[in-house]
């Protein structure tokens, strides 16, 4: 377990690109475990490490979607708002929360930066855009449970390089194969329609699959595999991307709250936190940014808030996440 120190200011919350573009040759991130059966591309020489340190305190998190989370305390829980919605309050399910010993908990939303729900009951996605640095919750676990791994929050500060980030991502972890038929048909779609590729921002698949058929026809005809169920589906599998760093303020926010990092991620890691690769000590969490796997530049788009005393470490929560310590010590 960590051990417990003082919690401190964390000036820096993250919420970093649920869907950051993989760029170059290579795929950056590595294969760390997997929930349930082993993936049938996983090579079986792979180990499966989600229930080692400091994987362990890592969960999967299903409410309508998949997102990841991490463990704060022995029962409190750090996503993104959109990816807890709801859970648990307001006549709707618990979030199901799958821990690394293949164990399932549920959790209820007690603490979050902003309702992501209309009054309707649907999605506001403007809402999350608009203020990404407010979108994050703390879930709570309902019932008698008390988790032993449990990752510390401090302050970033002058952080800028060192850090590392996993979350059960939907895409599966591209070879050099993989990724040379992807360009390849993602080509003959600008050729198609390049324009209006551009205009979107290209190839966002999770958000615009209709618009996308050419692409996949495309990869069906040159691999004779179906993009979304073979390649896009791996939501199973704990990925890992390291050496990360935190790069400029992103314009247009309030109070300069938004910062860029360059932790690699794809629909699914909404909600994985960014730590200290010197310590794992938690400096934010990932929220969401650009489906970019064709582009060969170095630009990948990721959302930090700063100076958040207002919402994320208000007393309320210290004091949750203490008693939460103290009482599972007992």
């Given at each position: ?15 970093g690109n649920a869907y950051a573009g993989i760029n170059g040759s ?80 549920f959790g209820r939303v007690v603490f979050r930066g902003m309702k ?12 999350v855009y608009e203020h990404p640095d407010r979108d994050w919750a ?193």
């Open positions: 377990m960590i051990k417990t120190f003082a919690l401190l200011f964390i000036g820096t919350f993250v919420i290579t795929d950056p991130r590595t294969i760390i475990g997997w929930d349930g059966e082993r993936p049938d591309y996983i090579d079986a020489a792979t180990p499966n490490l989600w229930n080692t340190s400091p994987y362990n305190s890592i969960v999967r998190i299903e409410s309508n979607g998949t997102g990841t989370g991490e463990f704060i305390s022995p029962r409190h829980v750090l996503t993104n708002a959109h990816v807890a919605e709801d859970c648990g309050v307001n006549g709707n399910p618990e979030c199901d929360i799958y821990t690394s010993d293949d164990d399932l908990q992501v729900l209309k009054s309707d009951g649907t999605f506001d996605e403007d809402k703390i879930l709570e676990i309902t019932g008698d449970y008390c988790r032993p791994e449990y990752r510390e929050m401090i302050e970033a500060g002058t952080i800028e390089r060192g850090l590392w980030r996993a979350g059960f991502g939907s895409l599966r972890v591209l070879d050099k194969t993989d990724l040379d038929n992807i360009r390849r048909a993602y080509l003959v779609y600008l050729d198609a329609d390049g324009p209006d590729a551009v205009e979107t921002g290209g190839m966002n698949i999770d958000s615009r699959k209709e618009k996308y058929q050419i692409f996949r026809d495309a990869f069906e005809q040159i691999t004779g595999k179906d993009f979304d169920t073979d390649y896009d589906s791996d939501t199973m599998t704990l990925k890992k991307v390291q050496d990360c760093r935190f790069r400029d303020v992103v314009e247009g926010f309030p109070g300069d709250s938004v910062l860029w990092h360059s932790c690699s991620g794809w629909t699914g890691d909404s909600g994985s936190t960014l730590k200290m690769m010197s310590g794992n000590m938690v400096v934010g969490v990932h929220n969401n940014s650009y489906l970019n796997i064709t582009s060969y530049t170095d630009h990948t788009r990721s959302d930090m808030a700063l100076g958040s005393s207002t919402f994320m470490y208000n007393p309320k929560i210290q004091s949750a996440i203490e008693k939460a310590k103290q009482d599972c010590k007992k």
